[in-house]
Nanobody, 126 residues
Framework: QVQLVESGGGLVQAGGSLTLSCAVSGRTFSNRPMAWFRQARGKEREFVSAITWSGAGIEGSDSVKGRFTISRDNAKNTVYLRMYSLKPEDTAVYYC???????????????????WGQGTQVTVSS
């Protein structure tokens, strides 16, 4: 079993920055793809960004490109999402997800991830 715990969410003004963290425990972290998704109230879950087990980043939609950066620290079993120039439309619950060991297929799809965190709320005020 893999446990994921997100942290770092909160309330921020438009134009501000936040860094989300996702601490992973239970099984090997370094060989798993990791991702961030978000879900705004009344909307479907949306892919934000992913990072392969080898460290290659996969960007999400145009709405976050150039503003959000994913990274991982295998020594700390942690994946990060650094968010800059935040907008009110970035308001959502952000979820961390872990895929199967050495998985690299369709990493933009929620179905490619077996383990999920409980989510952390990000609220961007205008």
């Amino acid at each position: 079993q893999v446990q994921l715990v997100e942290s770092g969410g909160g309330l921020v003004q438009a134009g501000g920055s936040l860094t989300l963290s996702c601490a992973v425990s239970g099984r090997t972290f370094s060989n798993r793809p990791m991702a961030w998704f978000r879900q705004a109230r009344g909307k479907e879950r949306e892919f934000v960004s992913a990072i392969t087990w080898s460290g290659a980043g996969i960007e999400g939609s145009d709405s976050v490109k150039g503003r959000f950066t994913i990274s991982r620290d295998n020594a700390k079993n942690t994946v990060y999402l650094r968010m800059y120039s935040l907008k009110p439309e970035d308001t959502a619950v952000y979820y961390c997800a872990a895929g199967q060991a050495y998985g690299n297929t369709d990493l933009r799809s929620p179905g490619s991830y077996d383990y999920w965190g409980q989510g952390t709320q990000v609220t961007v005020s205008s």
